[in-house]
């Protein structure tokens, strides 16, 4: 689990030195540095493959450094993975190399860790070879600590795509960062994993109460228009849709539901699905969902942690009702300052919050205060 990020020159963030808890929710002003904090660490965790085996040659295309500096960017995380410490660095660097005969200069992505006293990467023939009873020589395995960090799921839900049908030919359905795959998903588990369904039924009704039943419907889906099919396919494929038993009204087609019932559906279809990612980066927690139903959500994402202690949530929000739920050091506040460098600290990092801290829930707390106190206060300049 992630316990300390630290970010250089990643776009607004030029220094970034943050703890993190194992439930995270970032607030502040839109444009403050919630999703580029997010991205930075969806990004590390795609690149975390490179830890094992020869450094692949990673390029990427999308510009990522800070505006006007030249140090290259560096994301990094350290935390406790399986009771071992552990860390891993990202960097980016420039490289000069040739692109259709011409000379140019591209990103290239160099990942460095180092977890259970060993560091990595380590040769992929090294990390394949085994004793005489066949266990591996690293224990505990190496690849453990690159499968932890890799296991992210990036959640920003739309709620067409969640109400869409939907259809798979992958043998474990895999749900997409906007909701699509959503039906094709909980069909499969109803049909192959029903204990998850059930558990994922029972926990959406817990948050929407009207909610009495999912259903899994057969459906003509339209195939996608990025996938490969044969001339002879017809023009519509058989899928799956969803539907609702609701408190007076059978059979609601998923696309009359309320958007906050479809993305409550969705995160947890992401969390308790098949994927068991070990950290959820999610946008916008509320999820278009009551003030109350807010709350029994972040209850059952506590709820969910006591049986996945592994599980890790980090997530934006607006709202300070979600905020009333959280503790508050489980509250971080972004802030982007005039000279365009954003700032992440702790609510509690308020030089008058142990004064107001038993007269205000932490909703009220920071709709008081808001952010702009972090560029006016010294404590909070960003580490340099």
Not at 137 to 146: I, M, T
Not at 231 to 251: E, L, N, T
Request: proline share 6%; hydrophobic share 40%.
């Amino acid at each position: 689990m992630i316990e300390k990020v630290q970010f250089r020159n990643f776009r607004a963030f030029r220094s970034l030195d943050l703890e993190l808890e194992p439930f995270t929710v970032l607030v502040g002003p839109n444009a403050s540095g919630k999703t580029t904090l997010l991205e930075g660490l969806s990004l590390l965790s795609e690149s975390a493959r490179s830890l094992f085996g020869k450094n692949e040659d990673l390029i990427f295309e999308e510009a990522i450094k800070s505006h006007g500096v030249v140090e290259p960017v560096g994301l990094e995380v350290s935390g406790d993975w399986f009771g071992c410490a552990g860390m891993a660095r990202l960097n980016s660097l420039m490289r000069s190399m040739y692109v259709n005969g011409q000379p140019a200069q591209r990103q290239h992505i160099e990942m460095k860790g180092r977890w259970a006293g060993k560091s990595v990467p380590v040769d992929s023939i090294e990390i394949n070879q085994s004793d005489r009873t066949g266990d591996s020589l690293f224990q505990p395995p190496l690849n453990v600590f690159r499968n932890a960090l890799s296991s992210t799921i990036a959640l920003r839900f739309d709620s067409r795509r969640l109400a869409e049908p939907s259809y798979s030919e992958d043998e474990s359905p895999v749900l997409s960062g906007d909701g699509s795959g959503l039906a094709a998903l909980l069909a499969h588990l109803k049909l192959s994993r029903d204990e998850e369904f059930s558990e994922i039924e029972k926990s959406l009704v817990e948050i929407v109460p009207a909610v009495e039943r999912i259903r899994i419907e057969r459906a003509r889906v339209k195939p996608s228009s990025d996938a490969t099919y044969s001339p002879v396919m017809s023009q519509s494929v058989w899928g799956h849709r969803i539907s609702f038993d609701m408190r007076g009204a059978k059979g609601v087609p998923a696309g009359m539901v309320g958007e906050g019932t479809l993305m409550a559906l969705g995160l947890l279809a992401a969390v308790l699905g098949p994927s068991q990612p070990h950290l959820v980066l999610l946008d916008d927690i509320e999820l278009a969902l009551h003030p109350v139903a807010q709350g029994r959500l972040v209850d059952v994402i506590r709820k969910i942690r006591k049986r996945r202690p592994e599980l890790q949530v980090l997530a934006t929000s607006h709202s300070p009702f979600v905020l009333n739920y959280m503790q508050p050091g489980e509250i971080r506040m972004t802030f982007l300052a005039e000279d365009g460098s954003a700032r992440c600290e702790k609510l509690e990092a308020h030089p008058e919050y142990r004064k107001w801290k038993d007269l205000m829930s932490p909703g009220e707390f920071w709709s008081t205060v808001g952010e702009s106190w972090m560029e006016k206060d010294p404590t909070s300049s960003p580490h340099e």
